[in-house]
């Protein structure tokens, strides 16, 4: 290149300024193929607005960084806020790709900060740039900011069903709760005995020369305040030889997870001290959300992998994505965690993958889990147990109360203590009404028995008339009662209380008697008529 030397690769030119109240720093440093980073320059105290040149002597990739600090005492860092550097331009030469080809935008300080001077200001982590007043703006909550891109509020996206989003809004987990409402009735789960990160061993497997070898996934379900728990590390570099090697040797790689997954040879496998960790690799970035539905984000939970479940709690599907590309997934991978309710786990549970897909895939870009455990199951209320009532003894009666079988809920409310109130042993309503069935008893016997000697008798007398009009032949003169033409009765009949239910029915009974005889006395003067 023209104006270079032959050991000159490039030039970077940056111009800045210092303004300082302590003894703040400013470092230049440089970090070649990402090996280590290392203080080309470094400027101590306020200094004015000057240029600052750095010859590239070596054709590699490098990293360059500026890093401000206010001052050595930390616990001082506060007292000096409006202590500042200002880079106003960095130009580099021989860039492989070019330079910068566009300027982001940049948030304005606020109006009432004592820098209201400067121009520009990064955004705290968690905030936007407000497109009307270029000031930053916090994220709403439960969501997170996607990317790097910060301009305007929908740079900030709603996080997924189940989930909310940390502090800084950069990314979105499950608290470990989750609620679902099914006919009128809401379900609350509690998942914190799930927090803590599981392991899951599949295997052996071996190779084509017989090298035993296991899958290990490590698996961060929810909590951790959106941190991902789960971490897998090769230690290959370590042990790549039989020397003795150290118990706590340094792991050169690792990666953090929701979901991750390493390769393990076990010691016995090739004669090392210690197992090797390899081929470790993320499944899970970013948790999607949690449903009680088999598809979210064009995830499938695929229910038919696992078997039925015969509870009426639903499961839950935990949704995962690593959008780190693979030959076969050029969309990245995806994992489904499936939570069931199984009161006769324990707490922490059981894991497992599908009996068809014993690697944990069968596509190799999406992976599937069950996780079987007693804490999967809702928290438990009113509705989850019944009462008994006891028999009244002794004239106290006992309500007990017990759970619905099969008990499918845990925590939540207990079971009322046993109880007992006073009874009697019948109710005053049925003594009422037995009491008054025995007199009507009572009385309809009476009466019948009445009706039924009455009866009698009055057969007896008409028989006796029958057996009398066939003895003698002529008819009895009747005996007149009644008044002449022309005559009053002597004394009128007056009484002095109406008559009584029995008198009633004697009278009846005597009008049937009387009226028999006359009918009697009728047939008998016919007959001598005709006679």
């Known amino acids: 290149l023209s104006g270079m030397t032959g050991s000159e690769f490039g030039r970077i030119t940056f111009v800045f300024e210092t303004i300082c109240s302590a003894d703040c720093e400013l470092y230049f440093m440089m970090d070649v193929n990402r090996k280590s980073t290392t203080v080309v320059e470094s400027w101590e105290g306020s200094k004015g607005k000057q240029s600052y040149l750095h010859s590239m002597t070596r054709n590699a990739s490098v990293t360059y960084t500026w890093a401000f600090q206010r001052t050595n005492h930390a616990l001082d860092v506060r007292r000096y806020v409006s202590d500042m550097v200002k880079l106003y331009s960095i130009s580099v030469t021989n860039v492989l790709d070019g330079v910068a080809s566009a300027c982001r935008a940049c948030a304005l300080v606020p109006q009432n900060s004592q820098r209201a001077g400067s121009s520009c200001v990064p955004c705290p982590a968690g905030f936007y740039i407000d497109r009307d007043t270029n000031r930053c703006q916090e994220c709403p909550p439960n969501t997170h900011l996607a990317g790097r891109h910060t301009y305007g509020q929908d740079a900030c996206v709603v996080c997924g069903p189940g989930s909310i989003s940390n502090k800084e809004h950069s990314r979105c987990y499950s608290d470990c709760s989750f609620t679902h409402t099914d006919n009128n009735r809401t379900l609350t789960f509690d998942l914190s005995p799930l927090s803590d990160v599981a392991s899951l061993t599949i295997g052996p497997s071996f190779t084509s020369k017989g090298t035993k070898y296991l899958h290990l996934f490590n698996i961060s379900l929810c909590g951790h305040e959106g941190r991902r728990a789960a971490i897998c590390t090769d230690n290959v570099t370590d042990v790549s030889s039989k020397d003795d090697q150290s118990d706590s040797a340094q792991f050169v790689n690792s990666v953090d997870s929701f979901i991750c997954q390493s390769t393990i040879i076990p010691a016995d496998g090739r004669g090392f001290r210690m197992a090797i960790s390899s081929q470790s690799i993320g499944l899970a970035d970013t948790f999607i959300g949690a449903t009680v539905d088999t598809v979210l984000n064009g995830v499938n939970a695929k229910p038919d992998l696992f078997p039925e479940n015969s509870k009426d709690i639903p499961d839950i ?112 309503w049925l003594k009422v009404g037995v009491g008054g069935g025995a007199f009507v008893a009572v009385l309809l016997i009476s009466l019948t028995c009445y009706f039924w000697k009455k009866n009698k008798r009055l057969e007896y007398k008409y028989s006796r008339l029958v057996m009398s009009a066939n003895k003698e032949c002529e008819l009895p003169a009747a005996d007149s009662c009644a008044l002449a033409e022309g005559e009053e009765p002597d004394d009128d009949v007056v009484y002095s209380h109406k008559p009584s239910l029995l008198g009633k029915l004697r009278a009846i009974a005597n009008k049937v008697e009387s009226s028999e005889s006359v009918q009697l006395n009728s047939s008998q003067s016919d007959r001598w008529v005709l006679g």
């Open 317 to 428: 599907n935990f949704f995962y994505r690593s959008m780190q590309a693979t030959a076969s997934c050029d969309q990245g991978r995806s994992s489904v965690i499936t939570v069931r309710c199984n009161p006769e786990k324990s707490e922490r549970g059981e894991l497992s993958v599908p009996s068809s897909c014993p690697a944990g895939t069968c596509d190799g870009c999406t992976f599937h889990f069950l996780w079987e455990s007693a804490s999967a199951c809702p928290r438990c209320t009113e509705d989850d147990y019944h009462q008994i009532e006891g028999a009244c003894k002794g004239g106290i009666q006992e309500t007990l109360y017990v759970w619905n079988e099969p008990k499918l809920c845990t925590k939540g409310v207990s079971l009322p203590p046993r109880s007992s109130a006073p009874c009697e042993a019948i109710a005053l």
